[in-house]
């Protein structure tokens, strides 16, 4: 594609100052040959945000919509269907992109078809104490795995808060599904990977996030984010195993005791874990920050669970659920690591296979089976794969074959404990405070 | 006797080692293709150690060799990460009045100037203009004095002298591997990680002294990398973090979680410590230090009994001085619950074998050493804060 031009999309909901800021850091934007507008979509706002906007010239196409509040998905569906230029780049109101992003995401278009590229987020946050700590170690955690070059992206990776597409694309597959209040993006993502589109981090395209979230608010957008969970499931059953909903966490002794009040009367539920809130600054001012995060866990889980019973009308539907996910497909390719890592990074290039057997010689190594919702495998998977998450079944079948050279140790037990052949189950969705 | 220091490659076949007269064991240090994998004390039998007791030795490098050679057969760096632009480093030297170490150092570490990084030298409260001879003999050296006394003083004259992303700092008495800059910048392409430690090794064990001295508190933290998270690690236990003589910082740490407290380690009552505090800073705000074995230093440890035993004592009143001021200033309690386990796991063995089973030996000496200086530690932190309020 040559010189692309950009349509910008921000959704806001009062923030006029923080939408503000963003525009001018829009304005001061290093020149991208096909230039680019930018959309403000005022969801519900009430704050003088449109008028304030109208009101200003920020040097550059802008065009500022309002609707009555519907949710980021759908302001972002109507910013975009505004959209005039070839890449919908879209970025929340508290975003405040430094002066290469936009060159950074035309390079990545570029460069790679069909792509979506996910820009870096750097955490500027609000709160401070533990909470604070907290809330930016998740927001860097966030891109911890896609840093990595071998990365396998799966439907969890995609970002709304700084992300760009072609529009053509976005219109392909429909726009965001405007009836989920979270996790939008984990449902665009499913579907733009199951079209075979190609999600990237783009280091270069960095933009300071001003995160301003309270306790208060992250607690209320676990609650949203058991229903959306539920929703995602609802629609595509495989991803269950993916998300925090399959794995029923050990909880501390508040998580207990809300989860049994609860199970009497929600209310009961609720009552208590809004005082046991008040265990936190407790704990912060005594330095107890393992305590301190074991009750934030509890809090957290408490209300994501909430979302959950509230979605899917209790447990046994919930299971219901979950066992409707389909059942394994074959394994579609076998490859022998004792060809050489180069070899095997060329055949994945060749069959992009969702799952593979991987053998060293007469050795089976391990088996990774079909991952809804992640890309299919690559050859820069490989190495990462075999150093992250079967060492030392390739050591063993290394060593077995006599592979490993004689002057290096035998293999000790910790490794021969660990060696068996293995499925590798699907990863956990990414850790989950806040959105 | 002495023990002797013999560097073995594991990628290479296992031949005996000739000629130890003189020596009564050798410390074996075991690479992989450059990268070093492990270590063992061996004795030395008829002045050599022959082939079947390398093997021995070789064999307990365990798992840590066998993930280097993973790593090298399928070509995987986990400290790698896409888009890393490269980092400028500065390489600072706190040093007073030891010129005879400094020159040592400074051979070694002109290499990187070559690289197009900077050296600079912080000669911290000078009696004699003995080091800016020194250091101007070299010529890619930048001398700066630092006129108030302190080894954090000194710290934070060189992230303020410094312009690059990182700092990276030894001490005058080490002598880093050619290798050991890159491998300390390669952990900083997370921007998570705020610092990056090293593998520090003796690089001569001589003397009793010397010998005591690894015994007791040896720098070797482990022969694979380890990323401490503040996120989940516990912020206070920094002990295995690494030290100060091999670490290196992003330059925009102190605008993060504020300079090194100028009241803790060398120059101060408190003796030590002030490297270990601001770990502890840098994990508490939920930022990481990695510690990674690749970077490779080698120490020159003190000679005679007595700097051993002042040097271990110095570490303990640093301790517990960091201690008192993370209790007071930080409502850190955690640091009570880490001064007990320390206590109980080294020190009162010690008290009680004296009690029960007689005179002290040399190396008990040290730990108690060791734990008079722990005593005088929250003294020493308040004459230390005392002594700052003053300046």
Same mark, same amino acid.
């Given at each position: 594609?040559?010189?692309?031009?950009?349509?910008?999309?921000?959704?806001?909901?009062?923030?006029?100052?923080?939408?503000?800021?963003?525009?001018? $850091?829009?304005?001061?934007?290093?020149?991208?040959?096909?230039?680019?507008?930018?959309?403000?979509?005022?969801?519900?706002?009430?704050?003088?945000?449109?008028?304030?906007?109208?009101?200003?010239?920020?040097?550059?196409?802008?065009?500022? #919509?309002?609707?009555?509040?519907?949710?980021? %998905?759908?302001?972002?569906?109507?910013?975009?269907?505004? /959209?005039?230029?070839?890449?919908?780049?879209? &970025?929340?109101?508290?975003?405040?992109?430094?002066?290469?992003?936009?060159?950074?995401?035309?390079?990545?278009?570029?460069?790679? $078809?069909?792509?979506?590229?996910?820009?870096?987020?750097?955490?500027?946050?609000?709160?401070?104490?533990?909470?604070?700590?907290?809330?930016?170690?998740?927001? !860097?955690?966030?891109?911890?795995?896609?840093?990595?070059?071998?990365?396998?992206?799966?439907?969890?990776?995609?970002?709304?808060?700084?992300?760009?597409? !072609?529009?053509?694309?976005?219109?392909?597959?429909?726009?965001?599904?405007?009836?989920?209040?979270?996790?939008?993006? =984990?449902?665009?993502?499913?579907?733009?990977?199951?079209?075979?589109?190609?999600?990237?981090?783009?280091?270069?395209?960095?933009?300071?996030?001003?995160?301003?979230?309270?306790?208060?608010?992250?607690?209320?957008?676990?609650?949203?984010?058991?229903?959306?969970?539920?929703?995602?499931?609802?629609?595509?059953?495989?991803?269950?195993?993916?998300?925090?909903?399959?794995?029923?966490?050990?909880?501390?002794?508040?998580?207990?005791?809300?989860?049994?009040?609860?199970?009497?009367?929600?209310?009961?539920?609720?009552?208590?874990?809004?005082?046991?809130? =008040?265990? &936190?600054?407790? =704990?912060?001012?005594?330095?107890?920050?393992?305590?301190?995060?074991?009750?934030?866990?509890?809090?957290?889980? =408490?209300?994501?669970?909430?979302?959950?019973?509230?979605?899917?009308?209790?447990?046994?539907?919930?299971?219901?659920?979950?066992?409707?996910?389909?059942?394994?497909?074959?394994?579609?390719?076998?490859?022998?690591?004792?060809?050489?890592?180069?070899?095997?990074?060329?055949? &994945?290039?060749?069959?992009?296979?969702?799952?593979?057997?991987?053998?060293?010689?007469?050795?089976?190594?391990?088996?990774?089976?079909?991952?809804?919702?992640?890309?299919?495998?690559?050859?820069?998977?490989?190495?990462?794969?075999?150093?992250?998450?079967?060492?030392?079944?390739?050591?063993? *079948?290394?060593?077995? /074959?006599?592979?490993?050279?004689?002057? #290096?140790?035998?293999?000790?037990?910790?490794?021969?404990?660990?060696?068996?052949?293995?499925?590798?189950?699907?990863?956990?969705?990414?850790?989950?405070?806040?959105? | 006797m002495a023990t002797a220091i013999r560097e073995?490659?594991?990628?290479?076949?296992?031949?005996?080692? !000739?000629?130890?007269?003189g020596y009564s064991r050798c410390l074996l240090v075991?690479?992989?293709?450059?990268?070093v994998?492990?270590r063992q004390f061996?004795?030395?039998?008829?002045?050599?150690?022959?082939?079947?007791?390398?093997?021995? %030795?070789?064999?307990?490098?365990?798992?840590?060799?066998?993930?280097?050679?993973?790593?090298?057969?399928?070509?995987?760096?986990?400290?790698?990460? @896409?888009?890393?632009? /490269?980092?400028?480093?500065?390489?600072?030297i706190c040093t007073r009045e030891r010129p005879e170490h400094l020159v040592r150092t400074?051979g070694a570490?002109?290499?990187?100037?070559?690289?197009?990084?900077?050296?600079?030298?912080?000669?911290?409260?000078?009696?004699?203009?003995?080091?800016?001879?020194?250091?101007?003999?070299?010529?890619?050296?930048?001398? @700066?004095?630092?006129?108030?006394?302190?080894l954090?003083?000194?710290?934070?004259?060189?992230?303020?002298?410094?312009?690059?992303?990182?700092?990276?700092f030894t001490d005058d008495d080490a002598m880093p591997e050619?290798?050991w800059?890159?491998?300390?910048?390669?952990?900083?392409?997370?921007?998570?990680?705020?610092?990056?430690t090293g593998l520090t090794l003796p690089i001569e064990l001589e003397t009793e002294a010397q010998e005591l001295f690894e015994e007791v508190t040896p720098f070797a933290r482990?022969?694979?990398?380890?990323?401490?998270?503040?996120?989940?690690?516990?912020?206070?236990?920094?002990g295995?973090?690494g030290a100060g003589a091999n670490m290196?910082?992003?330059?925009?740490?102190?605008?993060?979680?504020?300079?090194?407290?100028?009241?803790?380690d060398g120059?101060?009552?408190?003796c030590s410590?002030?490297d270990h505090?601001?770990?502890?800073?840098?994990?508490?705000?939920?930022?990481?230090?990695?510690?990674?074995p690749?970077a490779v230093s080698w120490h020159h440890h003190r000679r005679t009994y007595r700097e051993v035993r002042d040097t271990l004592r110095g570490y303990g009143v640093g301790v517990?001085?960091?201690?008192?001021? #993370?209790?007071?200033?930080?409502?850190?309690?955690?640091?009570?619950?880490?001064?007990?386990?320390?206590?109980?796991?080294?020190?009162?063995?010690?008290?009680?074998?004296?009690?029960?089973?007689?005179?002290?030996t040399r190396t008990s000496s040290l730990i108690?050493a060791e734990?008079?200086g722990? $005593?005088?530690?929250? /003294? *020493?932190?308040?004459?230390?804060?005392? #002594?700052?309020?003053?300046?």
């Amino acid at each position: 594609m040559g010189e692309p031009r950009f349509s910008i999309v921000v959704p806001t909901h009062n923030r006029r100052d923080a939408v503000t800021r963003l525009l001018v $850091a829009l304005g001061q934007q290093d020149p991208v040959p096909g230039g680019f507008e930018a959309i403000v979509v005022a969801d519900g706002c009430t704050d003088g945000t449109a008028e304030r906007l109208r009101a200003w010239d920020p040097g550059f196409a802008c065009v500022v #919509l309002e609707q009555p509040a519907s949710g980021p %998905a759908a302001a972002r569906n109507r910013g975009a269907a505004h /959209a005039t230029g070839d890449i919908l780049l879209f &970025l929340d109101d508290d975003i405040e992109p430094r002066a290469d992003v936009l060159r950074a995401h035309a390079a990545f278009h570029t460069e790679v $078809a069909d792509g979506i590229g996910i820009g870096y987020l750097q955490p500027a946050v609000t709160a401070d104490g533990f909470f604070g700590v907290i809330l930016r170690g998740w927001w !860097e955690s966030m891109f911890e795995e896609s840093r990595r070059p071998g990365h396998r992206y799966q439907y969890t990776d995609l970002l709304t808060g700084h992300c760009s597409l !072609e529009r053509r694309a976005f219109e392909r597959l429909g726009g965001f599904d405007a009836t989920l209040r979270s996790h939008e993006d =984990y449902e665009l993502g499913y579907r733009a990977i199951a079209a075979g589109m190609n999600l990237r981090f783009i280091p270069d395209a960095a933009a300071v996030h001003h995160e301003a979230s309270q306790l208060s608010k992250t607690l209320r957008r676990k609650f949203d984010d058991g229903v959306a969970d539920v929703r995602l499931v609802q629609r595509y059953p495989a991803l269950g195993a993916s998300l925090p909903m399959a794995r029923m966490s050990e909880a501390g002794r508040v998580g207990k005791l809300a989860a049994r009040l609860a199970a009497i009367n929600p209310r009961y539920g609720d009552l208590f874990v809004a005082g046991a809130r =008040y265990l &936190l600054p407790m =704990y912060e001012w005594i330095g107890l920050r393992f305590r301190w995060r074991a009750v934030l866990e509890d809090l957290l889980n =408490y209300w994501y669970w909430r979302g959950i019973a509230h979605a899917s009308g209790g447990k046994h539907q919930l299971a219901a659920l979950l066992s409707n996910a389909p059942p394994p497909r074959e394994i579609e390719l076998e490859l022998d690591l004792a060809d050489g890592i180069a070899a095997a990074e060329k055949q &994945l290039d060749e069959h992009r296979p969702r799952s593979v057997r991987f053998v060293y010689g007469e050795h089976v190594v391990i088996t990774l089976p079909e991952r809804d919702g992640a890309e299919r495998l690559r050859g820069v998977h490989l190495r990462e794969m075999i150093a992250r998450q079967f060492a030392h079944q390739y050591l063993f *079948a290394a060593a077995s /074959a006599g592979d490993i050279p004689p002057g #290096l140790p035998a293999l000790p037990d910790k490794i021969l404990k660990d060696c068996e052949p293995r499925e590798i189950t699907p990863q956990r969705a990414r850790p989950a405070l806040v959105r | 006797m002495a023990t002797a220091i013999r560097e073995v490659e594991l990628s290479s076949p296992l031949s005996s080692i !000739e000629h130890l007269k003189g020596y009564s064991r050798c410390l074996l240090v075991f690479r992989w293709r450059r990268r070093v994998v492990g270590r063992q004390f061996v004795p030395v039998v008829s002045d050599r150690i022959d082939t079947a007791a390398m093997e021995i %030795a070789a064999n307990q490098c365990g798992a840590d060799a066998l993930y280097r050679w993973l790593a090298d057969t399928i070509g995987y760096d986990e400290r790698q990460v @896409v888009g890393t632009r /490269a980092l400028t480093a500065t390489i600072a030297i706190c040093t007073r009045e030891r010129p005879e170490h400094l020159v040592r150092t400074l051979g070694a570490v002109a290499r990187f100037a070559e690289a197009g990084h900077r050296i600079l030298v912080i000669d911290n409260a000078p009696t004699t203009n003995r080091t800016y001879e020194v250091a101007t003999q070299f010529r890619d050296v930048c001398y @700066v004095c630092e006129p108030i006394p302190g080894l954090n003083v000194a710290r934070n004259r060189a992230m303020r002298e410094a312009t690059t992303d990182v700092v990276a700092f030894t001490d005058d008495d080490a002598m880093p591997e050619p290798e050991w800059l890159d491998a300390l910048i390669a952990n900083f392409g997370d921007p998570r990680v705020q610092c990056a430690t090293g593998l520090t090794l003796p690089i001569e064990l001589e003397t009793e002294a010397q010998e005591l001295f690894e015994e007791v508190t040896p720098f070797a933290r482990g022969f694979r990398r380890v990323v401490f998270d503040g996120q989940h690690d516990n912020p206070v236990e920094v002990g295995r973090v690494g030290a100060g003589a091999n670490m290196a910082l992003r330059r925009e740490i102190i605008d993060l979680v504020g300079p090194f407290d100028e009241r803790l380690d060398g120059g101060t009552p408190t003796c030590s410590g002030g490297d270990h505090e601001m770990f502890v800073r840098i994990l508490a705000a939920g930022y990481q230090i990695a510690y990674d074995p690749a970077a490779v230093s080698w120490h020159h440890h003190r000679r005679t009994y007595r700097e051993v035993r002042d040097t271990l004592r110095g570490y303990g009143v640093g301790v517990y001085a960091m201690f008192t001021g #993370l209790l007071l200033e930080r409502h850190e309690f955690g640091v009570l619950r880490l001064a007990w386990a320390w206590f109980r796991s080294a020190h009162l063995p010690e008290l009680r074998r004296r009690v029960f089973h007689g005179p002290p030996t040399r190396t008990s000496s040290l730990i108690l050493a060791e734990l008079q200086g722990c $005593a005088h530690g929250p /003294a *020493a932190w308040f004459a230390s804060r005392r #002594l700052r309020a003053r300046r």
